[in-house]
């Protein structure tokens, strides 16, 4: 079966673009989860979806970040305007929503994003 | 509020030794989830296991193994015979139960020398 499919896996952009990040979770999953991983900070939540509900956005730092969830298959983060403290690898993950042991998080490949 | 704390940054051994690498945690929920991922220089995040707060039972799986103390509230991942391709950063993450984002430790980086 496929995993969490992520893309692009590497992106370098200028400060002040527009950049779009894309996910696809693993088929039937219903909860979808975008981290972001930093030498300072670590592996960080910006936002989760249920049932393409967004759940929770409170890490996402500031208004330049949004997300949305149009279907089950598919989401996507996107930065406007990005800057230079946006560099980071950006996770994308997916799991089971039944509560119990079958809720394990799995992770995509990650996209790793340079903003000079 | 939940906390994960990897004390060791960085360990370096040499191949066949066996390692520990310490995960402790906090939490005032009563049930939770324990997990460890490993991720590889390629980058990916793979998931190495899961436990929950009320199996203490500890958990082996070839050369790794798992010590979950709720008393101590850690869960240590020993690596018997370590190898070359063990070589990651090791994550050990804390989900309250139910469907909720992961808290991680800042991982430790593991380097086994040939």
């Known amino acids: 079966d496929a995993g969490v499919i992520q893309s692009p896996r590497h992106e370098v952009t200028e400060m002040g673009q527009e950049v779009t990040l894309r996910c696809k979770p693993i088929s039937g999953h219903d909860y979808l989860f975008w981290y972001r991983q930093t030498m300072m900070r670590g592996l960080e939540l910006l936002i989760y979806?249920?049932?393409?509900?967004?759940?929770?956005d409170s890490g996402m730092p500031e208004d330049r970040f949004s997300a949305k969830m149009p279907n089950a298959s598919f989401s996507t983060l996107k930065i406007q305007p990005s800057e230079p403290r946006d560099s980071a690898v950006y996770f994308c993950?997916?799991?089971f929503g039944s509560g119990g042991a079958s809720d394990t998080q799995y992770f995509g490949p990650g996209t790793r994003l340079t903003v000079l | 509020a939940q906390k994960v704390t990897q004390a060791q940054t960085e360990i370096s051994v040499v191949e066949k030794e066996d390692v520990t690498l310490d995960c402790v945690y906090e939490?005032?929920?009563?049930?939770?989830?324990l997990f460890w991922y490993k991720q590889p220089p390629s980058g990916e995040l793979v998931f190495l296991i899961r436990?929950?707060?009320?199996?203490?039972q500890n958990e082996i799986s070839g050369r790794y193994s798992w010590n979950f103390q709720k008393s101590t509230s850690s869960f240590n991942f020993t690596i018997t015979a370590s190898q070359v391709v063990d070589s990651a950063v090791y994550f050990c993450?804390?989900?309250?139960?139910?469907?909720?984002?992961?808290?991680f430790g800042k991982g430790t980086r593991l380097s086994v020398i040939a």
């Open positions: 979806f249920n049932n393409n509900v967004p759940i929770d």
């Open positions: 993450a804390l989900r309250p139960w139910g469907n909720t984002p992961l808290v």
């Open positions: 436990r929950n707060s009320f199996d203490e």
């Open positions: 939490t005032r929920d009563t049930t939770y989830y």
């Open positions: 993950a997916s799991s």
